[in-house]
């Protein structure tokens, strides 16, 4: 149980362009969804937190109108990166917590790695 | 203010030797802690964590951590390395909310 699944799970796009990510917990019902990114070699930075049906609480220095997050269902949340540009670049992962299976614990998505070219 | 700091960005172990990863953290309430396994471009998974009780948490793939306060120490153990256990290691603080923050990794290799 508790299993995440994200799509794509790698997108090459053009600069300019927009490209959606989604995150979907399989079998429990998420009250609350992460997103993150990860640069190469580095740590998972905590991008914005989203609660189903409520708007998307961003981290400081994330653009909340470049990734736009929503979360629609308590089994589906979205990550759309606008207007990417080459420094979008990186490894977006998602999580999802919910009071079951257990408290508070976040499972995570195996990772969209996006490319702008 | 919530912090994770892992000494060490890359350790290297021969195969069947002790694995030793450090993790000490900074928290201001009782801290949940956690420590996470990355396969190369993939997600994380969860080995083990710690929230209240028992000090000495036992994780899956061999793994045991020691929760310990005085020290703000959380560091990751294994008595034998195996080859399968090559990959990014994070450990993780939770102020027991939500927020999970994070150490910037550890790579651990493992040399035949």
């Known amino acids: 149980g508790a299993v995440v699944s994200q799509h794509p799970s790698w997108v090459i796009c053009k600069s300019g362009t927009s490209v959606k990510i989604e995150c979907r917990s399989l079998d429990f019902q998420a009250t609350t969804m992460f997103w993150y990114r990860q640069f190469p070699k580095q740590s998972l930075m905590l991008m914005a937190t989203s609660n189903e049906g409520s708007k998307a609480t961003y981290e400081q220095g994330v653009e909340k109108d470049k990734f736009l997050i929503n979360h629609a269902s308590l089994t589906l949340s979205t990550l759309t990166v606008t207007s990417a540009h080459p420094e979008d670049s990186s490894f977006y992962i998602c999580s999802a917590q919910s009071d079951f299976p257990a408290y508070n614990e976040q499972f995570f998505g195996p990772g969209t790695r996006l490319t702008v070219l | 203010a919530q912090s994770v700091t892992q000494l060490g960005s890359h350790v290297s172990v021969s195969e069947g030797a002790l694995v030793l990863l450090r993790c000490n953290y900074s928290?201001?309430?009782?801290?949940?802690l956690f420590w996470y396994v990355q396969y190369p471009n993939q997600g994380l998974q969860l080995l083990l964590k710690?929230?209240?009780?028992?000090?000495l948490v036992k994780g899956i793939n061999g793994f045991e951590a020691e929760f310990k306060k005085s020290e703000t120490s959380f560091h990751l153990t294994k008595p034998s390395a195996h080859m399968s256990d090559a990959a990014e290691y994070f450990c993780?603080?939770?102020?027991?909310?939500?927020?999970?923050?994070f150490g910037t990794g550890t790579r651990l290799q493992v040399f035949p």
């Open positions: 993780a603080v939770s102020d027991q909310i939500d927020k999970l923050i």
């Open positions: 928290s201001s309430v009782p801290p949940y």
């Open positions: 710690y929230t209240t009780g028992a000090t």
